[in-house]
């Protein structure tokens, strides 16, 4: 069948191409389309979204960027041998990880790297224009799933890295999705530049462990009017991320959603803080520890305590592919601007909304339907430029 007669197909491109979450959400994307294995965690695959004109994931062509050179098909090798993929699964879509690893370019900043920043986001716009040219793409989504980088460091300092992806994602004119704790489109020249740009973008931060079960924990205390005192928690947590979240500002910056999520559930800020502890040896697993102190009737002072076990990669690869379709369908609709009705996936979702996780499901389910129809578009900006000003 000719292009011009086949499905248009639509491209995810992913920031940190080559880490646990890429490759497992390329491996993932693979075994599902072929029927290896259901689509467990795709918020995308559940009856609510059956008629909201989504891509189907048999029509998503992977490319990215990344600053290492591991190939995936050994990356997908390592995380089977840590219990990430099942057995086999790698080997059965080994030509698919191939050809997307093919579709991997350079990225940077990287040590002794002399380009300016404007070349930076010139030439990270141009390998996406390439990939959308030879595959010949109705639209591309670009999705953070680097690393977490430290927090800013003021206005006057180097445009940090997600905002140099988030910048050339604009001016290539693609949709963007910060799933990372990192500023990307949250810094004020990427913010300026996406209100011009006429393009949808959400993020950031994705929701998938402890955060997650505090979105569901918050609004229970609140609607039972029991009042919590404290909540401390604990993260152990090894892979890149471990590393990465080893520094402490990096750690300020996914703490941040962590807090904002209970301030925007209770109504105030708990006594208590969120550590993050890097164990190398748990590699891509996570184990999270809440410590909830309460009061209720008559003062009567009571503890609950959760502990959540799980793998990063495979929580948010699923949630990573929902995001991909429902933004590529956005941009289809003409919806531009931030997309608030995705703060379900997020710790600290852009624009406002609610930050239970229920009213956050209820918005989504209401942004699906209308996905359906004809009468979605909305139009917020002008044309993009990715310069800094």
Known sequence: MSASLSRPRVGVWLIGARGSVATTVVTGHAAVSAGLHPPTGMVTETPAFTDSGLPAL?????????????PLPKRAETLTAGGVLPPGVATAVAAELAAADREIRPG???????RSEAELITAFADDIRDFVHRHELERTVVVNVASTEPASQGPDAPLPASTLYALAALRAGCPYVNFTPSEGMHHPVAARAAERSGLPYAGRDGKTGQTLLRAVLGPMFAQRALNVRAWSGTNLLGGGDGAALADPAAAAAKNAGKERVLADTLGTVPEGEVHIDDVP?????????????????????????????GCDSALAAPLVLDLARLTARAHE?????????????????????????????????????????????????????????
């Not at 048999?58 to 591991?70: E, M, P």
């Not at 940077?108 to 002399?114: E, I, Y």
């Not at 184990?287 to 076990?309: E, P, S, V």
């Open 58 to 70: 048999s029509d998503l062509v992977f490319g990215g960027h990344d600053t290492i050179d591991c």
């Open 108 to 114: 940077g900043p990287t040590p002794g790297d002399a």
């Open 281 to 309: 040896a748990l590699g891509d697993w996570k184990t999270a520890w809440d410590h909830i102190a309460f009061d209720g009737f008559l003062g009567t002072r009571m503890i609950l305590q959760t502990i959540w076990q």
């Open 333 to 389: 609709t003409g919806l531009s601007g931030p997309l608030t009705d995705l703060g379900f996936f997020f710790k600290d979702p852009v624009g406002a909304g609610p930050a239970a996780l229920g009213e956050q499901y209820t918005a989504l389910v209401a942004f699906g339907e209308r996905l359906r129809g004809p009468g979605a578009r909305e139009h917020t900006g002008d044309a993009a430029s990715g310069e800094r000003s």
